[in-house]
């Protein structure tokens, strides 16, 4: 008897949604998965900040994709980038290559975005890789040892005064990490400055931080941070980046604030897939790119297409898109596998449905905030809560156990042990 074909599942990407995917459909038998990515490892991107503030280094917080999928004799892991897709052949491109599949899972996430200010972007990086992580830390530890070689008073402000533009989870987390970094590890580490005069300002456009959060927590938040020393201003608009300074609005009034270090939270955009995907499929997107998906995941007229994660607009429950979160790119991975062997047996598959567990931000030391259906916790056991979730979602044993062993000897010693600068120019 003829062997009969499996089913080809190619997913492109291998961050939450896409590794999720790939996951449930391993070692199902009439189906065969490849994986595709630019890098040969999955990212933990919710704790990329720690890593750019040197709390933890980038290989505990990244997997590589071979070893997290090789118990999976069906699933096939390809380090490339797809340069193209045909939706009517079933075909995608690795430059000359070219793949057939049967379903195709897109999860190629997003990037930065600077609201038509690309220009600003050497000036004022991102985090949403580990190089990003690798040049803000080179940045942050780099301005405090220019800081104590330099004997100007009005330069040594500039070099101390941090800026994070953007106040989400990512700009919040960012400015308590800083807040730590300046007030308790480094305060003993220089003689020619006191790390507890740093400046960190944390600016949002938007009436508060953490807009997802009720007010009573964003403002805990807050609290927290100017407990730490970070002014948070709200309601301010950045207008200019360039060489050591930052151009601000509030209202009617105008501010310039000298700061040689500028970090950027403020938004993201759609990966340059997004484009072929629309050029091929027909797709609707948002202003951010972002390909507007159906209840089912799929996009246009084409029910073997799905799209998760960071570049999928899903406005199919509630009166807003779901959020480009880890859980939601997870939760949706899942579905999509479920999906796609239901319909393998005949059956049309349910509508996805997002299940909203919570959302959690920590700020400092003892301090962060939960948001877990009817509970709204902040403090200690909020910030307890937030360690092991953290802890329990990692991809491999080996890095729980690590990132638990570094956490609690950064916890006692109030020391961070990835401090190091690279990627400096030598001569």
């Known amino acids: 008897m003829k062997k009969t074909k499996d089913h080809h599942v190619v997913v492109v990407g291998g961050g939450f949604g896409g590794l999720y995917a790939t996951q449930k459909l391993g070692n199902r038998k009439g189906i065969s998965v490849t994986l595709i990515d630019r890098r040969n490892f999955h990212l933990f991107q919710p704790l990329l900040y720690q890593v750019a503030t040197g709390g933890l280094s980038p290989g505990d917080i990244a997997s590589p994709l071979r070893a997290v999928l090789n118990r999976f004799r069906n699933v096939r892991v390809l380090q490339a980038t797809v340069t193209g897709i045909n939706a009517p052949e079933q075909t995608i491109s690795l430059g000359e290559d070219i793949i057939k599949y049967d379903s195709l899972v897109i999860a190629t996430g997003a990037h930065h975005h600077y609201f038509g200010n690309d220009q600003w972007a050497s000036n004022a990086p991102g985090l949403k890789t580990i190089e990003d992580a690798l040049e803000m830390r080179r940045r942050i ?188 790119a997870m939760q949706q991975g899942r579905h999509v596998a479920r999906l796609i062997r239901d319909r393998l047996r005949g059956k049309e598959g349910s509508a996805f449905k997002y299940t909203n567990k919570g959302n959690l931000a920590v700020i400092g030391r003892n301090a962060a905030i939960a948001d877990v259906g009817p509970f709204k916790m902040s403090g200690w056991f909020a910030w307890l809560i937030w360690i092991f979730v953290h802890i329990a979602y990692l991809i491999e044993f080996d890095s729980r156990v690590l990132v638990l062993f570094q956490w609690a000897s950064n916890y006692f010693t109030r020391k961070r042990g990835a401090r190091l600068i690279t990627n400096e120019k030598t001569v």
């Open 141 to 328: 530890f780099r301005a405090f040892e220019a800081a104590e070689r330099e004997d100007d008073p009005g330069k040594k402000r500039s070099l101390m005064t941090f800026v994070i533009v953007g106040g989400g989870p990512t700009g919040v987390e960012l400015a308590g990490a800083l807040g730590e970094l300046a007030n308790f590890t480094l305060k003993n580490d220089f003689r020619n400055l006191d790390p507890r005069n740093t400046r960190i300002l944390l600016l949002e456009g938007g009436a508060k931080i953490l807009a997802a959060y009720p007010d009573k927590l964003s403002n805990k938040a807050s609290s927290s941070l100017k407990k730490l020393g970070v002014d948070v201003r709200t309601e301010t608009l950045v207008t200019a980046i360039a060489d050591g300074q930052v151009r601000m609005k509030h209202g009617e009034s105008e501010e310039i604030i000298e700061a040689e270090t500028v970090l950027w939270a403020a938004g993201v955009k759609s990966s340059s897939l997004s484009k072929a995907l629309v050029e091929t499929t027909g797709a609707g997107t948002d202003r951010s790119g972002r390909i507007v998906v159906d209840p089912f995941l799929n996009v246009g007229d084409f029910a073997n297409i799905y799209v998760i994660g960071d570049l999928a607009h899903f406005a199919h429950q509630g009166d807003d898109a779901l959020p480009g979160v880890a859980p939601v």
